[in-house]
């Protein structure tokens, strides 16, 4: 099977259609704008109060190692899980709670895997940086800056290879953009037309370096355009805005123009990392920031449309309570792995001899 790129033309997208359809589908059925808009912000507060909790709990040392929290960003991960089918494919960063809420597991499975228990979703052994559900086709968070970005591609080239009409996601921060396997993965994702959605979660801040002082060029889609895919920059904290964008690269990927990448423009609210003084922000920046919360923002808007949006608020958040509790109460409850088993998955049992 040939590799090579098929000619076509790298300009923007045309409008998607299945934004005709959601457009026709919600002048046909009243009140589906607000239902969905509804379905979004339960999204996003499910993250919200995970992550919280991952504060306190951390604080008392239920949770141990790195930590990385989503908090502020909850919009990206939202917003292009809605564009995705379940038959498609997502890698994420080591900043992956959002991620993996976001694309169903259950907040049980990932708080016990915060846990270190059996029941996580990766059985315990990979805690907050490696969370893991092949059933879902979520193939985890990697603690190696850029790591995710040939796997995405491997996933993708398979499916080319295989004929299926599927999407290949995946996340990565503005510091995984210095990285060679970025541009390694950009590179043969656009010679070899690849179904590759890159999603760049610009936070302004590779672990605590401001982004101006590690890029020359703070344009990320313009110079991803360099290497001959459609590429554009969207509000990150706009959770309607990224689920277009999303939805709109999505199609263009599907109907075979090759590779997209968006550069999402959002920001976490916390430091780094539980570990991190976060000493190199400015507060006045940071306040700035969350004056734009991504759920604020959409409150609001459905606020001015005439939703009960307060009673909504209300109902989803004792739900999310009771189903985080319940996580809690889980993982604590769950058994560690035993000594004996460590050694499994380590190597790959020994084939039997062929005779």
């Not at 995984?176 to 999603?199: Q, S, V």
């Not at 370096?209 to 990320?220: I, P, S, W, Y």
């Not at 554009?232 to 999303?246: F, I």
Request: one cysteine or more; proline letters at 4%.
């Amino acid at each position: 099977m040939s590799l090579a790129r098929p000619a076509r033309t790298r300009t923007s997208p045309t409008p998607r259609k299945a934004a005709r359809k959601t457009a026709k589908a919600s002048k046909a059925e009243p009140g589906a704008d607000t239902r969905h808009r509804s379905d979004l912000l339960e999204a996003m507060l499910r993250i919200r109060h995970f992550e919280e909790r991952c504060v306190e709990l951390y604080s008392a040392t239920k949770i141990r190692g790195f930590v990385h929290l989503y908090i502020g960003e909850e919009a990206v991960a939202v917003g292009v899980n809605e564009a995705l089918t379940p038959e498609d494919a997502v890698v994420a960063t080591y900043r992956e709670h959002g991620h993996a809420l976001a694309r169903g597991i259950s907040a049980e499975a990932v708080m016990a895997e915060m846990y270190g228990r059996t029941t996580g979703c990766s059985g315990g052994r990979g805690g907050s940086m490696h969370l893991f559900d092949a059933s879902r086709r979520f193939y985890g968070g990697n603690a190696i800056v850029a790591g995710g970005l040939p796997l995405a591609a491997g996933l993708a080239l398979a499916d080319r290879m295989g004929g299926q009409n599927r999407v290949t996601c995946c996340f990565f921060g503005d510091g995984a953009f210095a990285e060679g396997e970025f541009h390694e993965t950009a590179n043969l994702a656009a010679l070899w037309n690849l179904p590759l959605l890159l999603i760049c979660e610009n936070n302004f801040y590779a672990m605590g370096t401001a982004l101006e002082r590690h890029q020359a060029q703070t344009d990320l889609a313009m110079r991803a355009t360099s290497y001959g895919m459609v590429a554009w920059s969207v509000d990150g904290m706009d959770v309607e805005a990224v689920e277009q964008a999303a939805r709109r690269a999505v199609e263009g990927i599907r109907t075979g123009t090759g590779p997209h990448f968006l550069e999402l423009r959002t920001y976490r609210f916390r430091a780094h990392s539980m570990y991190d003084p976060d000493r190199y922000r400015d507060k006045a920046e940071i306040e700035r920031w969350k004056s734009r919360d991504p759920i604020t923002l959409l409150t609001d808007r459905m606020r001015e449309s005439g939703a009960p949006v307060d009673k909504d608020v209300a109902r989803i958040e004792r739900r999310i309570t009771a189903e985080i509790d319940h996580a809690v109460e889980a993982a604590e409850q769950a058994p560690e792995e035993p000594v004996e088993n460590l050694l499994q998955h380590v190597t790959s049992a020994p084939a039997e001899a062929v005779t």
